[in-house]
Every structure is written in structure tokens, then in C-alpha cells.
């Protein structure tokens, strides 16, 4: 593989129930985000990992985790999902957290709760 | 008061026209500015990004940076209909203060 890779590419989800989304990355990247798009509001983020072992909150946190075991690796779990968190989730990387550094994205999953 | 401000179009423009895309920000302590491509469906791609003021071209496309007047544009010569996407603004303030813009939508009509 090469670059960032998401799984699934899509999934529909029953309102309450728990939901990983995988996110990995082969470019050895240190920095790692999750953002959501949506309509007429654009990417938002919602949690970023500067390096492994460390995570951050963004602009819309609430009702997401994530952790950052490895450099690879940063899923995003929702822990009950609602219908609110239908959108298309990106997962992004860039080399460092730096603020000349570009982000790299995922093809993405699209996800829907019912 | 959103952070970066893009019309939302659409834009159309004929075939070997320049296409003008805009952007503006609201803080003045952004330190690095992008441009990325999204076409429908798809992930965002990035165009170009640029960190000072005036202009960096890159083939057909021309990004413009006025930090005084807080304006980032992008233009595209000789557009193609390969062009027609939505294209997204975006500012880094400071590392992890990454922000969006709602994309603009432009179509090149053959």
C-alpha cells in the first residue's frame, strides 16, 4: 500500500450501536487527523494525534475517541452512534504537526446511522 | 464568524478560460495556506499551498497571497473540463488549527 487507507469504505449503523473506523498510513507520517465533511459546512476537524502515544480534541470532539498506539494506526470509535453522525469521515496525515506541513488524505467512509 | 469564507458558487467558465477562486480568513496569525481539489465522491488533493505573500505558479495554476488584506486566491489558465470539481481553501493557524472552507464548485463547460 501506499499513502493512507480507510476501512470500511462505507457502512450503514443502527442508532446506539458502537462503530471503529480504521485508519492507516504507510508514509511514516508523525501527525495524524480525522475530519468530517459535510454539507454546507466543510471539513471540521475532530481529533488530531501529533505523534504516537498522543491525541488532541478538535473542533467537534464530542462523541468520538481515538487512540494512537503505533505511528501507523489511528482509529476513531464511536462509542453510541446518532443519527447526526452520518457524514463522510477523512482520515488525513502530514509529516509533522508543523504549520507548513500538508495534510494527506484517505479516500474516505461514508457513514450513516439510522 | 467562520474562520476561512469561500463562495460557494458555482463558478463556470468556458473551456481555455481562467477560472478565479477566493478565499478569505479571519486570523491574521495563519502561518500557511492551501488549495485542494475535491472531486465528487472523492478525497480532497492538494494544489498548491503557499506561506508568503504574493504569487507561486505551479503549471496552470497561480496561487495569491495578500496576508494584509487576509486573501488567498487561486487561479487556473487555460481550464479544462477536467478542472470541474470543488475546490477547497484552507488555513493552518498554528500546527493542529487546521480550517476549511465550504469549497467553491466550479464547471468548465467545453
Redesign the interface.
Known amino acids: 500500500i501506499a499513502g493512507i487507507t480507510q476501512a470500511p469504505t462505507s457502512q450503514i449503523l443502527a442508532a446506539g450501536r458502537r462503530m471503529t473506523l480504521r485508519c492507516t498510513q504507510d508514509m511514516r507520517h508523525n ?1 495524524m ?1 480525522w ?1 468530517r465533511q459535510d454539507l ?6 475532530i481529533h ?1 494525534s ?1 505523534t504516537a502515544g498522543t491525541t ?1 480534541k ?1 473542533e467537534v470532539p464530542d462523541g468520538y475517541s481515538v487512540s494512537r498506539a503505533n505511528t501507523d494506526d489511528f482509529p476513531l470509535t464511536l462509542a453510541s452512534a446518532v443519527p447526526s453522525q452520518t457524514s463522510v469521515y ?1 482520515c488525513a496525515s502530514s509529516r509533522t ?4 506541513d ?7 467512509t461514508r457513514l450513516t446511522v439510522l | 464568524q467562520k474562520e476561512v469564507e469561500q463562495n460557494s458558487g458555482p463558478l463556470s467558465v468556458p473551456e481555455g478560460a481562467i477560472a478565479s477562486l477566493n478565499c478569505t480568513y479571519s486570523d491574521r496569525g495563519s ?2 495556506f ?1 488549495w485542494y481539489r475535491q472531486y465528487s465522491g ?5 494544489i498548491m ?1 503557499i ?1 508568503s505573500n504574493g504569487d507561486k505558479e505551479d503549471g496552470r495554476f497561480t496561487a495569491q497571497l495578500n496576508k494584509a488584506s487576509q486573501y488567498v486566491s487561486l487561479l487556473i489558465r487555460d481550464s479544462q473540463p477536467s478542472d470541474s470539481a470543488t475546490y ?1 481553501c ?1 488555513v ?5 488549527q ?1 480550517y ?4 467553491t464548485s466550479l464547471t468548465v463547460i467545453p
Do not use: V
Open positions: 501527525a487527523y475530519y454546507g459546512l466543510g471539513l471540521r476537524l488530531y501529533n488532541g478538535g477523512f504537526s508543523g504549520a507548513t500538508t495534510q494527506y488524505f484517505g479516500p474516505g | 502561518q500557511s492551501f472523492k478525497s480532497p488533493e492538494l499551498s506561506y477547497l484552507a493552518n493557524l498554528m500546527g493542529n487546521f476549511f472552507g465550504t469549497g
